[in-house]
């Protein structure tokens, strides 16, 4: 699938078929495209605890279950867990970033050296991190934030649906053994979808884009062109907004099909 | 036992089937004839009237109507547990079981119970 139609199919996926198992070379697909995902300083901070539905004994799927996740962890098969490695930076004392020196990556033309990791940002820049809270867990949610966003993108690309939602740190950390140093980010419910890769239609978008982008200075807006929006419709990036006509119709059969509430 | 009054003459009965009318666009007595006798069961079974089993879902604190976790979680359970007890195949459980928990969704109480499948 071309990139600009796998944006144009990532919408969060609420209805997934329960019996159909995700194959897992997917689920490494997803794994490994979040693992290639920009990393700041190259820290690593990422981890993921892939969960299989059904080999979670009832009263543990129950025990995961938030009010606005039940049905995600009952529908979709597969579960991945994120989570930010705190001790990341702290346990590499940046030999990342030295790495990167020798791979040519961060190079004399700008300014690196494994000195300069040594002397200067190891204890000027990393090391404050690891010990300014606010700051340290910004920058490992929004790295992993980046990478989750891979992972999700992989999965529409092969053919998948997916939904973030926030999970209970506490039953998790316990039932799967989660390390002190590992914060909790979000959790993805992956699975084929119920009703199609339309899944009702693209989402509305609560701000205007002119209303989100800006140009020079936060008061201009970026002006939309909209020969770029109809080559975007073309490019399948822009898809039929929701709701889609028979939407309705849909859900009912779905909730029916499934045994869920109207 | 609370003594039920005909179930239409309650507001949240009528908040349920308003929204049900005004989200699916169909007639949800005609859509499903047995709703109100068997939140009638239910509002039985729990020994309770369908305005109080509703308010018991919501705490009011600092001036604001908020949901009680406790509350719903209480009916959530009794949801289960009155499923369970209704007779008949697996699918009229669950239709049963389901229509309650329209009910409360339509009152504004989040609910998620997952597949009912009996």
């Known amino acids: ?262 | 036992m609370a003594t039920l009054r005909p179930m239409l003459e309650y507001d949240t009965v009528r908040t349920w089937l308003d929204g049900l009318r005004q989200h699916w666009g169909t007639d949800p007595l005609e859509d499903d004839p047995t709703r109100l006798e068997v939140l009638e069961m239910f509002c039985a079974f729990v020994d309770k009237e369908p305005d109080a089993v509703i308010r018991e879902c919501f705490i009011h604190k600092e001036g604001e109507r908020r949901m009680s976790l406790k509350g719903r979680r209480f009916y959530y359970d009794k949801i289960a547990e009155f499923q369970d007890s209704l007779e008949g195949e697996p699918r009229e459980r669950v239709r049963g079981g389901n229509n309650i928990r329209s009910f409360f969704i339509h009152n504004g109480v989040f609910m998620q119970s997952g597949m009912q499948l009996g």
């Open chain 1, 1 to 262: 699938m071309e990139f600009k139609e796998v944006i144009g199919r990532r919408r969060s996926i609420r209805h997934f078929f329960p019996w159909r198992p995700v194959e897992r070379e997917k689920i490494q697909i997803m794994l490994e495209a979040a693992r290639l995902a920009s990393c700041a300083v190259n820290a690593g901070f990422l981890r993921i605890i892939v969960v299989e539905r059904d080999k979670l004994p009832r009263e543990t799927l129950e025990k995961l279950k938030t009010p606005v996740s039940a049905n995600n962890l009952e529908l979709a098969p597969i579960h991945f867990y994120f989570y930010a490695d705190m001790g990341a930076i702290e346990r590499t004392k940046g030999q990342p970033l030295k790495d990167l020196v020798d791979a040519g990556i961060l190079t004399p033309s700008h300014g690196w050296s494994h000195k300069f990791v040594d002397e200067l940002v190891w204890p000027f820049i990393l090391e404050p991190i690891t010990k300014d809270p606010g700051r340290h867990s910004m920058t490992a949610a929004f790295d992993c934030g980046v990478a989750m966003s891979q992972a999700l993108l992989a999965a529409f690309d092969e053919g998948l649906g997916a939904c973030f939602s926030a999970f209970f740190p506490d039953p998790v950390k316990e039932l799967f053994q989660v390390p002190d140093t590992w914060m909790p980010i979000w959790m993805m419910a992956v699975g084929y979808p119920a009703a199609g890769w339309e899944d009702g239609g693209q989402r509305p978008r609560p701000v205007t884009f002119e209303g989100q982008f800006f140009e020079g200075n936060a008061k201009t807006p970026f002006s939309r062109d909209p020969k770029v929006v109809e080559k975007l419709k073309e490019a399948k990036m822009i898809t039929a907004p929701a709701p889609l006509p028979w939407r309705k119709e849909e859900v009912r059969a779905l909730s029916r099909m499934l045994g869920l509430p109207e």
